[in-house]
């Protein structure tokens, strides 16, 4: 009666035990995993994670802040032009246009000092790549293995696998 629900249990319960089983031996001191060692740590190449991370938030703020800004006064724009005060909302439009110009060029030079201050904790690839590596193979292991049981999400679960290794530092 409930075969097809008791088998994407089982199928999930095993892939989260196969993902489990992929991370515990970086976990585990002393073992051949946690003591991987990566030829670029201290050389000012990225620190996982934290470099990632600061890249996407840059490419954010390149992209999206002057797109939401765009936004923002096109809804400004909208309002003043249907309330019949668009000689108000005008100025206020072309002001929020050069602060966000300004906001997005000033936030992109504080990321690209933040990126660059961060590539000194590449230090911390060593231990951190094998668990992100770990991770990432253990989502593309159940995504692939047990898609069928995670049906329709397990090309999903194996995508995160790309998507979890984007974090590893070089």
């Known amino acids: 009666m409930n075969e097809p629900k008791t088998r994407r249990l089982v199928g999930l319960a095993g892939g989260a035990a196969i993902a489990l089983f992929a991370v515990l031996p970086a976990l ?7 003591a991987t060692t990566d030829s670029n740590a ?3 190449s990225s620190a996982a994670v934290v470099t990632p991370l600061l890249e996407f938030f840059e490419f954010g703020n390149t992209i999206g802040t002057p797109l939401l800004c765009s936004d923002a006064g096109s809804v400004v724009s909208i309002i003043g032009v249907q309330g019949g005060a668009d000689a108000l ?13 300004n906001f997005a060029s000033e936030g992109n030079g504080y990321l690209q000092q ?22 990432a193979n253990g989502f593309d292991t159940v ?3 047990y898609g069928p049981s995670l049906s329709p999400f397990g090309p999903t679960v194996a995508g995160l696998g790309g998507t979890v290794a984007f974090f590893e530092g070089s």
């Open 28 to 34: 585990v001191p002393g073992s051949a995993s946690a």
């Open 42 to 44: 201290g050389s000012g």
């Open 89 to 101: 909302s005008t100025p206020l439009v072309n002001q929020l246009n050069t602060l966000c110009t």
């Open 114 to 135: 933040a990126i660059t201050e961060s590539q000194s904790l590449s230090l911390i690839n060593p231990v951190v790549n094998p668990l992100i590596a770990a991770l």
């Open 143 to 145: 995504g692939t293995e």
